[in-house]
């Protein structure tokens, strides 16, 4: 765990299984959020016109898919009402099934053209891994370069990173936008920094402000933190953020084997969890609560030590 307080650039590290500071860490799901950032960059550039505007607007080979006719807006915030069972327990599952696809090498476009419509558009937040591989897959077409070329362009080469960024790619080429950015555990901080700071750095705005703003700011019943009939969990949603139950500005991005980077703007602070969490399928679910309180109870210790 590494914990940034950034009024005095101090960072505290706890390692296990010999992992150091210098060591990549594949982001999972975490890198849902660096996706994000960089759609919104997309936008302000005038790349992607707008979130209102339909996924196949874009990418016109997935009409007649579960994406057709889709806002980007509803893919950005989990609401695309395609079908997917998220469900690692279960050996048949969309995402595992998925999972052995992309362990094959072949293409996450193919795979996500398959899923189908299970519920209007914007009325229900599910969390549908694919629906970031299809933004992912936008970003490419509107931008005409790679995740990897634009991301380390628009945000790498700008936020001091100390290592290099890479992303596991598919047969065609395509990075697995899904969760597959790897980078140091101090990186991760920086871009924890970078998003606590609503998308500057040292002066510069990176990412736009408006947009980091919209990212965590949930806008409609659907997305609210609490228990809903409309959404399979009791979290938050913003544009691939999650906002935890209680919250006064705290956001997080998360990866399925419990790595979190945490932000709380007010106390200003920034803790990067990196974890190969074995026993994730059991705990998965019940973990999300009690992290987010050891990290404000960390925040808090931090800040009355200060």
């Not at 006719?69 to 969309?94: P, W």
């Not at 101090?186 to 510069?204: C, H, I, M, P, V």
């Amino acid at each position: 765990m590494l914990c940034s307080s950034f009024d005095t650039t101090q960072f505290y590290m706890n390692t296990t299984n010999n992992f150091t500071a210098a060591d990549h860490h594949i982001s999972w799901s975490m890198s849902k959020s660096v996706i994000s950032a960089l759609i919104g960059i997309a936008v302000q550039e005038g790349k992607i016109k707008s979130i209102e505007q339909t996924v196949t607007e874009y990418l016109p080979d997935f009409a007649n898919t579960g994406y057709e006719g889709v806002r980007i807006k509803d893919v950005l915030q989990m609401s695309s009402g395609v079908g997917f069972n998220e469900d690692y327990g279960d050996f048949y599952s969309d995402i595992n099934v998925m999972g052995r696809y992309f362990a094959l090498g072949m293409p996450m476009r193919d795979f996500a053209k398959r899923l189908k419509r299970a519920r209007p558009p914007g009325t229900y937040n599910l969390y549908v891994s694919i629906d970031t591989q299809v933004l992912g897959m936008i970003l490419v077409q509107a931008t005409g370069k790679s995740i990897t070329d634009y991301m380390n362009e628009k945000i790498w080469s700008k936020v001091g990173a100390e290592s290099e960024a890479y992303w596991i790619i598919d047969k065609a080429g395509m990075e697995f936008a899904i969760g597959g950015l790897n980078v140091t555990a101090r990186d991760y901080a920086k871009l924890g920094q970078l998003f606590l700071d609503s998308g500057r750095w040292q002066g510069n705005q990176i990412v736009p402000e408006d947009w980091m703003r919209a990212s965590v700011t949930p806008d409609a019943p659907h997305l609210m933190p609490g228990k809903r009939a409309s959404a399979d969990h009791e979290e938050g949603y913003g544009f691939q953020w999650w906002i935890p139950y209680g919250s006064k500005d705290e956001f997080n991005a998360q990866g399925i084997y419990t790595q979190f980077i945490y932000v709380d703007p007010d106390m200003d602070m920034v803790i990067v969890k990196l974890s190969s969490n074995y026993y994730f399928k059991n705990d998965h679910g019940l973990f999300h609560d009690i992290e987010i309180e050891l990290y404000r109870k960390i925040v808090e210790q931090l800040k009355a030590n200060q």
